[in-house]
């Protein structure tokens, strides 16, 4: 908004002669000297209006000594306002940005000023005209105000000034702003608003209202060292309008340890469980070491801290030794001072070596493996820990993948690729989660859930609807190849013998060549290389004609020796 500026004060009226006629006719000179004067005055009975565009306020004009000159001849005021207030010389209007209004014998005038729909500080003015004798009457009043005060949208406060008190002294106090706004980002003055500290209702304590939208309270430090989150609350509002939170501390003493922060020796760490590194942070109170000042270490998840200092050394120095566990990644650990609340935080990274490298990284490299080949995702910090904990301890590699391919995750995985794969459509969450309980019971194998999902009527009806489209949809999508033409009149005739399409289809995904291609695919998915013979892969088909499920023969490559080589 753009304040007008109040002009400067008028020029004194000077001296005016009145002649008058005497008894006889004969004139008396009688000089009247007026004394310098300024433009008037100006006045508005309410400080305050609603931004309704509807509600009235009286406007006085006076252009004092002038005004009262004589009873007469006392000019006019143009009234005016600078954001979009309008006038009338009556409660019936017209309202209009300016009205002329004469000035009565008192040198006074009034006029209803109505406000607008819009919430702000509305400056308004009278500019006044010469009388027949008053010729030197003329200028602009000072501005007089009123504000159109909107309903508060908002809340904010400013940090504590200071934001760190000593408990030790009581008296000195944190002073705290909070501004409250409307929708337009006008202030709201006259609200009910309390500050709140660390959420609880009973301590809150009324701010004063200091005019403007603005609002103050003065907060003494705690009876001991914390940190407070302090809230600003509108009551005024429904519901309550709430701040967001600024951090006040209340401290016993200044240990410092950001001037050198936390360091590592050595700086990274392998994750296999064993490796250490050292943590030390030095805290000081000015140029002095802090001795002896209580302090605690925290890590992330995946580290894990032993011998850790409860207190500084003379030198105001503490360690801790942080041990790498399974999983990989940057990790953070934090050193705190409870009496300062002083903390400094620094990350350690945490590899797992080289893929393929027999070292002391391999066992992690092997579960986030196993993670990525199965669920196909980043292995989770506290799996990974749980699983390289579960294989230290003497569980083995066969357990950790079988846990892997029976999962939930896995089975909703495989059974939403089989709607995908089968009908071209993501699984309905009630279909999902039946058919992953087929497989968890171990009543279905993936061979005859698929065999299932080709036999149905979605399945025929993408396929052309005929017997002789689904025949050939079989062969493509099942086998990964066009039909030769005994083969799909063999199909055909069964299908008019009497066989069922689910007959049919389970032929397919449990035959020899489906199997073949599937433990083809084991060996390169889980191996990274073909079978080394036909014996190889005759082997697994076998064992999955004769009830292995594919869940646990996939175990077995991720549980093999070249497997956790090649990890």
């Given at each position: 908004?753009?304040k007008?500026?109040?002009?400067?004060?008028?020029?004194?009226?000077?001296?005016?002669?009145?002649?008058?006629?005497?008894?006889?006719?004969?004139?008396?000179?009688?000089?009247?000297?007026?004394?310098?004067?300024?433009?008037?005055?100006?006045?508005?009975?309410?400080?305050?209006?609603?931004?309704?565009g509807?509600?009235?306020?009286?406007v006085?004009?006076?252009?004092?000594?002038?005004?009262?000159?004589?009873?007469?001849?006392a000019?006019?005021?143009?009234?005016?306002?600078?954001?979009?207030?309008?006038?009338?010389?009556s409660?019936?209007?017209?309202?209009?940005?300016?009205?002329?209004?004469?000035?009565?014998?008192?040198?006074?005038?009034?006029?209803?000023?109505?406000?607008?729909?819009?919430?702000?500080?509305?400056?308004?003015?009278?500019?006044?005209?010469?009388?027949?004798?008053?010729?030197?009457?003329?200028?602009?009043?000072?501005?007089?105000?009123?504000?159109?005060?909107?309903?508060?949208?908002?809340?904010?406060?400013d940090?504590?000034?200071?934001?760190?008190?000593?408990?030790?002294?009581?008296?000195?106090?944190?002073?705290?702003?909070?501004?409250?706004?409307?929708?337009?980002?006008?202030?709201?003055?006259g609200?009910?608003?309390?500050?709140?500290?660390?959420?609880?209702?009973?301590?809150?304590?009324?701010?004063?209202?200091?005019?403007s939208?603005?609002?103050?309270?003065?907060?003494?430090?705690?009876?001991?060292?914390?940190?407070?989150?302090?809230?600003?609350?509108?009551?005024?509002?429904?519901?309550?309008?709430?701040?967001?939170?600024?951090?006040?501390?209340?401290?016993?003493?200044?240990?410092?340890?950001?001037?050198?922060?936390?360091?590592?020796?050595?700086?990274?760490?392998?994750?296999?469980?064993?490796?250490?590194?050292?943590?030390?942070?030095?805290?000081?109170?000015?140029?002095?070491?802090?001795?002896?000042?209580?302090?605690?270490?925290?890590?992330?998840?995946?580290?894990?801290?032993?011998?850790?200092?409860?207190?500084?050394?003379?030198?105001?120095?503490?360690?801790?030794?942080?041990?790498?566990?399974y999983?990989?990644?940057?990790?953070?650990?934090?050193?705190?001072?409870?009496?300062?609340?002083?903390?400094?935080?620094q990350?350690?990274?945490?590899?797992?070596?080289?893929?393929?490298?027999?070292?002391?990284?391999?066992?992690?490299?092997?579960?986030?493996?196993?993670?990525?080949?199965?669920?196909?995702?980043?292995?989770?910090?506290?799996?990974?820990?749980?699983?390289?904990?579960?294989?230290?301890?003497?569980?083995?590699?066969?357990?950790?993948?079988?846990?892997?391919?029976?999962?939930?995750?896995?089975?909703?995985?495989?059974?939403?690729?089989?709607?995908?794969?089968?009908?071209?459509?993501?699984?309905?969450?009630?279909?999902?989660?039946?058919w992953?309980?087929?497989?968890?019971?171990?009543?279905?194998?993936?061979?005859?859930?698929?065999?299932?999902?080709?036999?149905?009527?979605?399945?025929?009806?993408?396929?052309?609807?005929?017997?002789?489209?689904?025949?050939?949809?079989?062969?493509?999508?099942?086998?990964?190849?066009?039909?030769?033409?005994?083969?799909?009149?063999?199909?055909?005739?069964?299908?008019?013998?009497?066989?069922?399409?689910?007959?049919?289809?389970?032929?397919?995904?449990g035959?020899?060549?489906?199997?073949?291609?599937?433990?083809?695919?084991?060996?390169?998915?889980?191996?990274?290389?073909?079978?080394?013979?036909?014996?190889?892969?005759?082997?697994?088909?076998?064992?999955?004609?004769?009830?292995?499920?594919?869940?646990?023969?996939?175990?077995?490559?991720?549980?093999?020796q070249?497997?956790?080589?090649?990890?």
């Amino acid at each position: 908004m753009t304040k007008r500026l109040t002009p400067a004060t008028t020029t004194a009226i000077g001296v005016i002669t009145v002649s008058l006629l005497a008894a006889g006719g004969s004139r008396l000179f009688v000089p009247w000297h007026v004394a310098a004067a300024t433009a008037g005055t100006i006045a508005i009975d309410k400080a305050a209006l609603p931004p309704d565009g509807v509600s009235t306020a009286v406007v006085t004009v006076s252009n004092g000594a002038c005004g009262a000159l004589l009873g007469i001849g006392a000019g006019s005021a143009v009234v005016q306002a600078d954001n979009g207030a309008t006038f009338s010389a009556s409660q019936t209007g017209p309202f209009t940005a300016t009205v002329t209004v004469p000035l009565g014998s008192s040198g006074q005038a009034q006029v209803l000023v109505r406000a607008t729909s819009t919430p702000g500080l509305q400056n308004v003015w009278a500019t006044f005209s010469p009388g027949t004798l008053a010729a030197n009457c003329t200028g602009q009043t000072a501005n007089a105000q009123f504000t159109e005060l909107g309903t508060a949208a908002s809340v904010t406060l400013d940090a504590p000034a200071p934001a760190r008190l000593q408990v030790s002294t009581p008296t000195t106090k944190a002073h705290v702003i909070a501004h409250v706004a409307d929708a337009s980002s006008g202030p709201v003055p006259g609200d009910k608003v309390f500050l709140v500290r660390n959420g609880d209702p009973a301590s809150a304590v009324a701010m004063t209202d200091a005019g403007s939208g603005t609002y103050t309270a003065d907060v003494a430090p705690a009876t001991a060292p914390k940190s407070e989150s302090l809230i600003a609350v509108d009551t005024s509002t429904n519901p309550n309008l709430l701040s967001p939170a600024q951090t006040l501390s209340s401290v016993s003493s200044n240990a410092d340890c950001t001037h050198l922060g936390l360091k590592f020796a050595p700086a990274g760490l392998t994750a296999d469980g064993t490796s250490t590194s050292t943590a030390s942070a030095t805290f000081v109170n000015g140029t002095a070491p802090a001795a002896g000042e209580p302090v605690t270490f925290t890590a992330d998840p995946g580290l894990n801290i032993t011998g850790a200092s409860a207190a500084t050394d003379a030198a105001g120095v503490a360690t801790a030794t942080i041990h790498a566990g399974y999983a990989v990644g940057t990790k953070k650990v934090t050193v705190t001072s409870p009496n300062s609340l002083i903390s400094c935080s620094q990350t350690v990274a945490i590899s797992n070596g080289t893929a393929g490298t027999k070292d002391s990284g391999q066992l992690s490299r092997f579960i986030y493996r196993a993670y990525n080949d199965v669920l196909h995702r980043v292995g989770e910090d506290p799996g990974v820990e749980y699983f390289g904990n579960f294989l230290t301890f003497g569980g083995s590699r066969g357990q950790v993948a079988l846990t892997f391919t029976t999962t939930t995750e896995y089975l909703t995985n495989v059974v939403n690729a089989t709607y995908q794969t089968y009908l071209g459509r993501g699984g309905d969450p009630g279909g999902v989660s039946y058919w992953v309980g087929q497989l968890e019971n171990g009543g279905t194998t993936d061979e005859q859930l698929a065999a299932l999902f080709i036999s149905s009527d979605e399945f025929y009806a993408t396929h052309g609807g005929t017997d002789g489209g689904w025949v050939d949809g079989l062969y493509h999508v099942v086998l990964g190849r066009a039909p030769d033409a005994p083969g799909r009149q063999n199909w055909l005739d069964a299908l008019q013998n009497g066989w069922s399409r689910t007959q049919v289809a389970y032929f397919f995904t449990g035959s020899t060549e489906q199997l073949n291609n599937k433990v083809i695919g084991y060996f390169s998915t889980f191996l990274h290389r073909g079978p080394g013979s036909i014996d190889d892969v005759n082997y697994w088909v076998h064992a999955m004609q004769n009830g292995v499920h594919d869940e646990n023969v996939m175990a077995a490559f991720i549980g093999s020796q070249e497997y956790y080589d090649r990890s």
